[in-house]
């Protein structure tokens, strides 16, 4: 993907058959015509489009976008879909829009509705878990945008259906893949005929923390950009930058098979001491790394303002800003990955504490009181700890860069399509990864462990969990051969111990063989379109 697509609009399309992989269209076309059929029968009418957000796996990069160092994810064929009618029935300039949200599992997720001020957004009660609370954030951060356009902007009245099949709390984003299909809605809805990929990404990066999480920026990006057939490399520094990495050609194909641990957390419900609690220590590394350096941080794009990427830059810019010019502290034109490297050899010296920091330990350091730290990093995304392990985020986030670096170059190599230890030096380094994230970022869980053990023994190269961590999903790499048999290692030795009458559909759900899939797109209905065309 050049520089130049960044500026992509959305796709538009009257086919699904691009958005999902061949073996699994008869499936979509059913599940999109049953969703048109409940439209139908709620509303008495037909949709005019449905706008649609995949989930994303994360091969590697875990934990790192929130510091603003590359990630490297790629979408899935689970998603979320909003079928959408548009309606200026009854509606008048000072009158409330009112916003029927429904949902085609109305057992699991409970008929709601949105109602919005005709100058004001709509509210989000951010402690209530609510699922209407993602299509909410989406709407505001849409709002928000038409109204820089126009100021007297006042959305119109919708009619919408959800249908989602990307696991909550399963470590493969489904938040983000609602929060991007439901500000792609609102835009459509209101006459925004060509939406731009990048704007997108950015107003659902700042719309999900409405709804209570520190997001850092992949997950929209994977949802939104990816090509289907291509992993995604997306970067945060000096903005944000998205481009294609194709997969080489190699005569055993490459496969990803993502196992669910089915230990749910949610991040947006165990994020004071899970999530949230990890972008507040990152954060607060680099604010003490700089101040033990004698470096004054800029403010940048991470959630809170200062991040462990914009201390690698003011180490070697002389303490100015991302975008600033480099000056002459230290030396700008060491290579990228030295630097890293570096950065990840003084954390031991720097933040020496391994039992952690106290909140008054980090406060004297900064020259805050307890309060004014809080005020700064705790408030808007409040945490539940009372040490923070300043040195060990900092040196799994740097280590992990360094192993997105290692990846990216493997899968960019001319030479790698005759290696035949690719697939096993790219297995190791998603091993690495888990390592880190079990011992030095500690976000894993002992069922996430296993399941990378037992995949291991049946023959895959590398494990490794996804997503935020603290249980949800796993991602493997795994030879075209051994896909059976890691899938009955799982079954063995995982799902039949922990649920000896588990069913079929359910051990079906368990296993994904996964392939790059498609970003967002809006699916319009011609009065000649059919879905198998």
């Given amino acids: 993907m050049p520089a130049s697509t960044m500026d992509e609009s959305i796709p538009v399309t009257q086919s699904i058959d691009s958005l999902y992989p061949d073996a699994n269209v008869p499936a979509q076309r059913e599940r999109w015509q049953n ?19 995949p989930g994303r796996v994360n091969l590697i990069g875990e934990h790192v976008d929130y510091s603003l160092y590359e990630v490297l994810p790629m979408a899935i064929a689970a998603d979320v879909l909003i079928a959408v009618a548009v309606s200026d029935q009854g509606k008048t300039k000072d009158k409330d829009v009112v916003i029927p949200l429904l949902n085609i599992d109305p057992r699991k997720h409970q008929a709601s509705e949105c109602t919005v001020p005709p100058k004001g957004l709509a509210e989000i009660d951010a402690t209530r878990h609510e699922w209407t609370n993602y299509f909410k954030a989406g709407f505001n951060g849409a709002v928000d945008l038409l109204r820089k356009d126009d100021p007297d902007f006042s959305p119109r009245n919708m009619e919408i259906l959800v249908d989602g099949n990307v696991p909550a709390g399963g470590g493969l984003s489904s938040s983000a893949a609602f929060v991007c299909a439901s500000a792609l809605a609102v835009l459509r809805a209101n006459g ?36 289907k057939g291509d992993a995604l490399s997306v970067s945060f520094s000096p903005e944000l930058y998205a481009e294609a990495v194709p997969f080489p050609k190699l005569e055993t194909a490459i496969t990803f098979m993502i196992a669910q641990s089915f230990v749910t957390s949610d991040k947006h419900v165990t994020a004071p001491r899970c999530y949230n609690l990890r972008v507040v220590e990152c954060t607060l590394a680099a604010e003490m790394m700089a101040k033990s350096l004698g470096l004054e941080l800029q403010d940048d794009s991470g959630p809170l303002g200062r991040s462990l990427r914009g201390l690698q830059h003011a180490y070697y810019s002389g303490g100015k800003s991302i975008e600033d010019p480099p000056a002459s502290l230290g030396d700008f034109n060491t290579p990228y990955k030295k630097q890293l490297e570096t950065m990840l050899s003084m954390v031991p010296d720097v933040l020496d504490k391994e039992d952690g920091y106290t909140r008054e330990e980090i406060a004297t350091a900064l020259s805050l009181s307890v309060t004014a730290l809080e005020e700064k990093y705790m408030t ?25 670096i290692a990846f990216k170059e493997l899968l960019q190599d001319p030479a790698s399509t005759n290696r035949p230890d690719l697939l096993p030096r790219l ?35 590398g494990s490794r969990l996804t997503g935020a961590g603290w249980g949800g999903c796993t991602v493997h790499l795994v030879p075209k051969d051994k896909v059976d048999d890691v899938r ?32 967002s797109v809006v699916y319009v209905f011609l009065a000649s379109s059919r879905l198998w065309d």
Avoid at 208 to 216: D, I, K, L, T, Y
Avoid at 380 to 403: C, I, N, Q, T, W
Wanted: hydrophobic content about 40%.
């Fill in 192 to 227: 925004r005929q060509i939406v731009k990929k990048k704007e997108l990404v950015e107003l659902a990066i700042v719309s999900e923390r409405a709804v209570g999480v520190n997001s850092g920026g992949m997950d929209q990006s994977a949802s939104v950009f990816s090509i």
């Fill in 427 to 461: 297995g190791a380094l998603m091993n690495k990864t888990q390592e880190s994230c079990r011992d030095v970022h500690e976000c894993s869980c002992p069922e996430i462990d296993q399941l990378c053990t037992v995949a291991r023994g049946a023959g895959a190269y």
């Fill in 35 to 53: 969703l048109i059929a409940q439209f139908e029968e709620k509303y008495n009418k037909k949709p005019a489009f449905v706008a649609r957000s």
């Fill in 488 to 519: 009955n290692a799982w079954i063995k030795e995982y799902y039949r111990p922990r649920e000896p009458e588990i069913s079929k559909e359910k051990l079906q759900e368990a296993v994904i063989v996964s392939e790059p899939g498609q970003g």
């Fill in 380 to 404: 808007k995304f409040p945490v539940d700890a009372a040490r923070f392990m300043l040195g060990k985020r900092a040196r799994h986030v740097f280590s992990e860069a360094l192993r997105v």
